[in-house]
Nanobody, 124 residues
Framework: QVQLVESGGGLVQAGGSLSLSCAAS????????MAWFRQAPGKEREFVAG????????YYADSVKGRFTISRDNAKNTVYLQMNSLKAEDTAVYYC?????????????????WGKGTLVTVSS
């Protein structure tokens, strides 16, 4: 089992940058693939970015490709999301998630462990 705690959310102006972190408990962090999801008010939770267990492979939603970067440090049990060129439509609660699956399908229903989320607000 793994517990996830996100941090780094806040208020930023459009065009600005923000970096999110997700700290995981447990000694087997390297066995989990990790992902970031987000949920805006009145909308369904959606995939943002995912990363393989080793960190060698990363995946992005089309809406954030080229602006967001996911990375992980297995020695620190932490996954990161660097967000640049932020837009008002990026405003949402951002969640970190983990599971033991292998592959490129990161659906919200398929992820096993979730953090409580951190709010990102982008003002236009």
């Amino acid at each position: 089992q793994v517990q996830l705690v996100e941090s780094g959310g806040g208020l930023v102006q459009a065009g600005g940058s923000l970096s999110l972190s997700c700290a995981a408990s447990g000694r087997t962090f390297r066995n989990y693939r990790m992902a970031w999801f987000r949920q805006a008010p009145g909308k369904e939770r959606e995939f943002v970015a995912g990363i393989s267990r080793s960190g060698d492979n990363t995946y992005y939603a089309d809406s954030v490709k080229g602006r967001f970067t996911i990375s992980r440090d297995n020695a620190k049990n932490t996954v990161y999301l660097q967000m640049n060129s932020l837009k008002a439509e990026d405003t949402a609660v951002y969640y970190c998630a983990a599971d033991l699956k292998i592959g490129t399908n990161f659906s919200p229903a398929g992820m096993t462990y979730w953090g409580k989320g951190t709010l990102v607000t982008v003002s236009s």
